[in-house]
């Protein structure tokens, strides 16, 4: 069964509120966003045009692939792929904000963490999500969070967003056997 958890309607007003968050917290600091590939990257560039709109602090935008640092990728089934790491500023001292679709169990963050860390020495690393399901698996909280949804273990969040090709923006709830 597939239920719509949230519409375009409801994407914009979260996201549209945690840029609000983001600016009331960084007030006169440059805020780097570091979107996760791949709905991670598309939120961010919108995070980026809402704290462009609303505030007054400098904002810059970055990719980043952790392909490499996942720890379950042995297990996957075939080949990764591994795509670019885009971040064309210096990482050292700066305050970042990875952004991501959906915090699940932690591992994406924790390997997103690894990488950022591999590039230089952050003074601060937040955390922004689009959708928290709980279920973590690692001591993980995001600091800005469109909305908590609470899922059981067999559970799906589906993420579309029109960058990716979707003919609307969506978040899913799909269950199994229901």
Same mark, same amino acid.
């Given at each position: 069964?597939? *239920?719509? &958890?949230?519409?375009? !309607? ?6 549209? #509120?945690? =840029?609000?968050? %983001? ?8 805020? *780097?966003? &570091?979107?996760?590939? !791949?709905a991670g990257v598309f939120i961010?560039? #919108?995070? =980026?045009?809402? %704290? ?10 970055? &990719?980043?692939?952790? !392909? ?8 996957? =089934? ?16 700066a305050f970042i904000i990875l ?5 699940f169990t932690g591992r994406t ?70």
């Amino acid at each position: 069964m597939k *239920s719509v &958890i949230m519409d375009s !309607t409801a994407i914009e007003r979260a996201l549209k #509120r945690i =840029a609000h968050e %983001i600016i009331e917290k960084h007030t006169s600091v440059p805020v *780097s966003l &570091i979107g996760i590939r !791949t709905a991670g990257v598309f939120i961010a560039s #919108r995070l =980026a045009e809402y %704290i462009g709109q609303f505030g007054q602090i400098p904002v810059q935008t970055a &990719i980043l692939d952790i !392909t490499l640092y996942r720890d379950d990728a042995a297990k996957g =089934a075939g080949r990764a792929i591994v795509r670019a790491t885009e971040i064309h500023f210096p990482v050292d001292n700066a305050f970042i904000i990875l952004v991501d679709d959906v915090l699940f169990t932690g591992r994406t963050v924790r390997a997103a963490m690894d990488a950022v860390i591999d590039l230089g020495r952050p003074k601060v690393i937040q955390l922004a999500v689009l959708v928290d399901r709980g279920h973590r698996e690692l001591p993980i909280k995001a600091d800005y969070t469109g909305k908590n949804i609470p899922t059981t273990d067999d559970d799906q969040i589906k993420v579309v967003l029109t960058e990716s090709g979707s003919k609307e923006d969506a978040v899913y709830l799909m269950r199994k056997g229901d």
